[in-house]
């Protein structure tokens, strides 16, 4: 039984053959086979998606699939049912699970309660998905894979997002610069996770704006100063400054991060033809500015597009 619940699980063998796999997806969409035929999946979301949950029920369907969308206010987990009793009651009737929600433990829970093949479609500690899809749309982009180039996250280095790519740059070998205030650098624990194995406990080092780690394959930096984050980057990658469930903090959070935006000063310290992507939704003039986002809006709406062909191959790696 296979899931998707965090990229820390999943080897680099395991991205690649999910990877690989999306370009026949993509071609022939109308075409593919239908592996789910007869089976029926659910998603079950505790906060908002467009991008998500549209390319998860198309794409099931697609594959062959029943879908049911499920509000988890609608059903009586959000009246305060255990997850591990609705995982095994869902469990019974449902060939997977797509979910979206805070904790990644009740994903975790889920998954162990119900036997069927869950995945995490953003919690907040992880979207391991929009990953794999920035991942593929920058190779398909780029013709080469993300082996040995830098990868510049801007924003709020803390979340979901972020922790997602540390993983990835561990496994699939490339620089992963982290710019954000410090108050906005992944934890100690998550690097260690992310497999940096020198000392990175950089709260231990009030004074430090830069910290360079070996991570697995890749490199890992943090770093404060986004001008020089950006330099020679091959991809300028930002996400939301408030993230979902972090609403109370807004105004600080705006505040705090307001130096941190992707905007054409940092594109041009970048290399010729950067891509730039956002995971989106995006907030014009906060994360980006109007003009980099309609500049770049090609690649940023074909990676969004790509949740769809990326999702089938997931779910493809999942059941197979
Ligand atoms: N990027 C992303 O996950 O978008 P949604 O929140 O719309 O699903
Ligand atoms: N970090 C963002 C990602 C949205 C797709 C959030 O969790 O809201």
């Given at each position: 039984m296979k899931h998707l619940l965090s990229l820390e699980a999943v080897s680099a063998a395991d991205m690649r053959d999910i990877l690989d796999s999306v370009p026949a997806f993509k071609a022939g969409r109308a075409t593919h086979a239908r592996p789910l035929a007869g089976q029926t999946w659910a998603l079950i979301f505790s906060k908002s998606s467009t991008r998500t949950r549209v390319s998860f029920e198309v794409g099931l369907r697609e594959m062959g699939a029943d879908v049911?969308?499920?509000?988890?206010?609608?059903?009586?987990?959000?009246?305060?049912?255990?997850?591990?009793?609705?995982?095994?009651?869902?469990?019974?009737?449902?060939?997977?699970?797509?979910?979206?929600?805070?904790?990644?433990?009740?994903?975790?829970?889920?998954?162990?309660?119900?036997?069927?093949?869950?995945?995490?479609?953003?919690?907040?500690?992880?979207?391991?998905?929009?990953?794999?899809?920035?991942?593929?749309?920058?190779e398909e982009a780029a013709g080469e894979r993300i082996t040995g180039k830098v990868v510049t996250?801007?924003?709020?280095?803390?979340?979901?997002?972020?922790?997602?790519?540390?993983?990835?740059?561990?496994?699939?070998?490339?620089?992963?610069?982290?710019?954000?205030?410090?108050?906005?650098?992944?934890?100690?624990?998550?690097?260690?996770?992310?497999?940096?194995?020198?000392?990175?406990?950089?709260?231990?080092?009030?004074?430090?704006?830069?910290?360079?780690?070996?991570?697995?394959?890749?490199?890992?930096?943090?770093?404060?100063?986004?001008?020089l984050a950006a330099r020679r980057a091959d991809l300028l990658y930002t996400d939301v400054w408030v993230s979902m469930g972090k609403e109370a903090e807004a105004a600080q959070r705006l505040r705090d991060l307001a130096g941190y935006q992707v905007n054409a000063e940092l594109v041009a310290m970048a290399k010729p033809g950067v891509q730039v992507m956002h995971c989106l939704p995006a907030y014009r003039g906060k994360e980006i500015d109007d003009a980099t986002m309609e500049a770049h809006a090609d690649t940023i709406f074909t990676e969004a597009e790509n949740r769809l062909h990326v999702q089938k191959a997931i779910v493809a790696w999942m059941v197979r």
């Open positions: 049911l969308f499920l509000n988890a206010n609608d059903i009586q987990l959000g009246r305060g049912e255990p997850i591990r009793d609705t995982a095994r009651v869902l469990g019974r009737m449902l060939h997977g699970a797509v979910i979206r929600t805070f904790a990644q433990a009740d994903v975790v829970e889920f998954a162990r309660f119900s036997g069927i093949p869950t995945v995490n479609a953003l919690t907040d500690d992880e979207h391991p998905c929009q990953i794999l899809t920035d991942i593929h749309t920058f996250f801007v924003g709020d280095a803390a979340c979901n997002v972020p922790a997602s790519w540390a993983f990835a740059a561990a496994k699939l070998g490339f620089e992963l610069r982290m710019a954000a205030p410090r108050a906005y650098w992944p934890s100690p624990g998550l690097l260690r996770r992310a497999g940096v194995a020198s000392d990175c406990d950089w709260t231990a080092r009030p004074g430090a704006v830069t910290e360079r780690y070996t991570a697995g394959s890749g490199v890992i930096e943090l770093i404060e100063d986004v001008r």
